[in-house]
Structures are given as structure tokens and as C-alpha cells.
């Protein structure tokens, strides 16, 4: 289709390998630079859907790009330029074989462990008495084991991640510190667009020179959980369901058709109503994400596009 991408097959100068994520596409060029492409794709359920969703790569860099910018002055970042607005460029690192989890509220994962009567996750121990989407008292970090392709995320404590040898001690310090700075900072962003940042995951890379630094995306509705602010207390008062942003409607509508990502189970066909439907409320967290109206760019011929934007981009350094 000329109006998504769902692959890339580029060869930029000094490329030297390419790997493909469920979302996004890296190329790793000479001098040590990373070419990141968001692509349309739309996985759940660690599945990629069929269907790429107009817009989707754009509205995700866009938010990830911004929200390096807003964190910049307290942690260092991956990021030089993003020449297109898919593309985002930066230094190539090493990625920590961990995610950095962090969570405001007992919500998702954390509320479906809690509901089986487990106290502890990831070694840390929840409070009693709390009902699902409550605040914590003090965020809570709850790394998880970057998966394999394929495989599922895996929770993991503190004392594993160091007794494993995943991360030196004193990196895992730096990690910390960073993940409660950018939850910080992520929530005082949200409260000012009238949001909750529930929880949220970084990812983390040392750079040749060994400078820790936030790589991959940044409160995004892919990689966050937000909440409204207004009637958040009323919802919880009265036991409802909280009015959530992010692309939790993509799950309840596959799981309303039957599909959960297990073995035997078909993807439920999307129409193009449906799709646009998605691309609709992709843009629509964007703008409450980040205040601003979406501006959308020229999708008649994506790949010449990225492919233009990136090379002009190589040839002026």
C-alpha cells in the first residue's frame, strides 16, 4: 500500500546490518549512527497485525522525538535528528538486555498479579489493602527481560538482574535514577495536558565513549499507560473503569473477536473502516498526548519519501 509502511528494504551508505522489531526497522550505518524507522505496523498480543494503520509510524516518532526533547536536560539521549517524520537518527549503543518498567498505579500487569494475592513484584513489595488503579504510594519499578523475537517480556527483580550479571551494579544505580527522573518528568508533561502517567517502560544503551544513555521511544501510547485526571477519583470512589489513553482498545476489540494471541486462534479480520477507525484514534492521542494539533504529512509514496529525507540528511554531516 502507498499510503503505509509495513517493511523497509533500504540500503543507505556504510550500512552494515538491519534489524526489524515488531514496529520499528534499524539500520546501523558506519560511525557508529542508527537509522530507526517507525513503521505502520500494529502489533498486540506480541502479534503483528495485518494491516499497517495510516499515520501510526509518524504520530509515534513524532511523540518520541518530543518527549526526548522535554527530558533532554535531565538524561542524555540516543537522539541527533530525525530528517522525516518516521525516521529518527542517532548514536549506535549497546542496549541493556533489561527494560525499565515503572509504575504510578496499580494497573495492567501489576493489577492482574495483585488479584492472585501476590504482594511482591519484582521484589518489591505492593501495599495491602488497594483496589485495582489505585496510586501507589511511591512508583514502583518492575524491570522485565527484553524478550527474544517472539517471546514474551519477562518480569525480574533487582537482585536477579545483578546476580545474572545483566547489569553491573553500578550501571543498575544509574538506570534507577534515570527511570524515576523521566517518570517525573513524564508525569508533570501528562498533568499538563489534564493526564495521568500510569506507568511506562525505558530502555537504556551505553554508548561507545560508555555514556548511559534513553534509547527507543518515550511516552508513548505503545509504550505508556495514561489515564484522564478529570473524574479519576470519582471512577475509582464508584469502582468503574478508568478512562484510559493508550492502545488498550486495539486489545479489547480483538479479545471481543476472539483473539488473545494463543496458539490456533485467527486475527479477526480488519476492514479499511476499521483501520481508519485506528489511524482516527492514533491522531486523537497524539494531540492529547502532546497539546498539539497532528499535522499529517505527505503518505502518497512513504518509502521515496524516508528514503530522500534520510540520504539528504547522510550527505550533510
Known amino acids: 500500500m502507498g499510503n503505509t509502511i509495513t517493511s523497509t528494504n533500504f540500503q543507505f551508505p556504510g550500512q552494515q546490518n538491519v534489524y526489524k522489531g515488531k514496529v520499528r526497522e534499524v539500520y546501523r550505518l558506519d560511525n557508529d549512527l542508527l537509522v530507526m524507522i ?3 505496523r500494529l502489533s498486540a498480543f506480541d502479534v503483528v ?5 495510516p499515520y501510526k509510524g509518524q504520530i509515534l516518532n513524532q511523540i518520541a522525538t518530543k518527549m526526548m526533547a522535554a527530558t533532554a536536560d535531565i538524561v542524555p539521549n540516543w537522539l541527533l535528528a530525525t530528517p522525516d ?3 529518527a537518527i542517532g548514536h549506535a549503543c549497546e542496549p541493556f538486555k533489561v527494560e525499565m518498567v515503572i509504575r504510578g498505579y496499580l494497573s495492567g500487569h501489576a493489577a ?6 501476590k504482594r511482591l513484584l519484582c521484589g518489591v513489595a505492593m501495599p495491602n489493602g488497594m483496589v485495582e488503579n489505585d496510586k501507589f ?21 533487582k537482585e536477579d538482574i545483578l546476580k545474572k550479571g545483566l547489569v553491573a551494579e553500578d550501571d543498575y544505580v544509574v538506570l534507577e535514577k534515570y527511570t524515576r527522573d ?3 518528568r513524564g508525569t508533570q508533561i501528562a498533568a499538563e495536558q489534564g493526564l495521568i502517567l500510569v506507568d511506562t517502560k525505558y530502555e537504556f544503551g551505553k554508548t561507545s565513549s560508555g555514556e548511559i544513555v534513553l534509547i527507543d521511544e518515550i511516552h508513548t501510547p505503545d509504550s505508556s499507560r495514561y489515564f484522564y485526571t478529570e473524574g479519576y477519583q470519582e471512577r475509582q470512589d464508584k469502582g468503574e473503569i478508568q478512562k484510559q489513553l493508550s492502545k488498550e482498545f486495539v486489545r479489547q476489540w480483538l479479545i471481543s473477536h476472539g483473539f488473545q494471541g494463543f496458539e490456533g486462534q485467527q ?6 473502516a476499521y483501520v481508519e477507525s485506528v489511524s482516527e484514534r492514533y491522531i486523537e492521542l497524539y494531540e492529547n498526548i502532546t497539546g498539539e494539533t497532528f499535522v499529517k504529512t505527505d503518505i502518497s509514496n512513504i518509502d521515496e519519501r524516508i528514503e530522500k529525507n534520510v540520504l539528504n540528511y547522510l550527505s550533510s554531516r
Open 85 to 87: 517524520p518516521n525516521v
Open 182 to 184: 523521566l517518570f517525573e
Open 137 to 157: 504510594p511511591t512508583p514502583i519499578i518492575t524491570p522485565a527481560t527484553k524478550a527474544e523475537k517472539g517471546d514474551h517480556d519477562e518480569d525480574i527483580s
Open 49 to 53: 497485525l495485518p494491516k499497517g494503520i
Open 267 to 272: 486475527v479477526p479480520e480488519m476492514t479499511d
Open 112 to 117: 492482574r498479579e495483585y488479584k492472585t494475592g
Open 38 to 40: 517507525a513503521t505502520d
